[in-house]
């Protein structure tokens, strides 16, 4: 099964900013999105961003314009630039993998903003 690490995630402060990453052990089936998610403290988890095979790209309304998920077309990775972070984007940070066939989910990354 397609594996995914994420890496990044750290403490920053309020209007700072922080790159995430994602790296799977293999490209998914066939047509596939690979997405950021996030879940924080007593919520339930949420779309952040996410990117297809073909490069369309889509946004959670609470962070377009502040985040940017883009890709390294030489390995199946993606990344998240997140821009002017608030105390409200602290959350754990998971990276999903939609295939064909299946998917996959990280262990996640967590992310915390200080006020």
């Known amino acids: 099964q397609l594996q995914l690490v994420e890496s990044g995630g750290t403490l920053v402060e309020t209007g700072g900013s922080l790159t995430l990453s994602c790296q799977a052990s293999?490209?998914?089936?066939?047509?596939?999105?690979m997405a950021w998610y996030r879940q924080a403290p007593g919520k339930e988890r949420e779309h952040v961003a996410d990117?297809?095979?073909?490069?369309?790209?889509k946004y959670n309304p609470s962070v377009e314009g502040r985040f940017t998920i883009s890709r390294d077309n030489a390995r199946p990775t993606i990344f998240l630039q997140m821009d002017k972070l608030g105390p409200e984007d602290t959350a754990v940070y998971y990276c999903?993998?939609?295939?064909?066939?299946?998917?996959?989910w990280g262990q996640g990354t967590q992310v915390i903003v200080s006020s």
């Open positions: 293999e490209y998914p089936s066939g047509f596939y999105v």
């Open positions: 999903l993998a939609i295939g064909a066939t299946d998917d996959s």
């Open positions: 990117i297809s095979k073909f490069g369309i790209t």
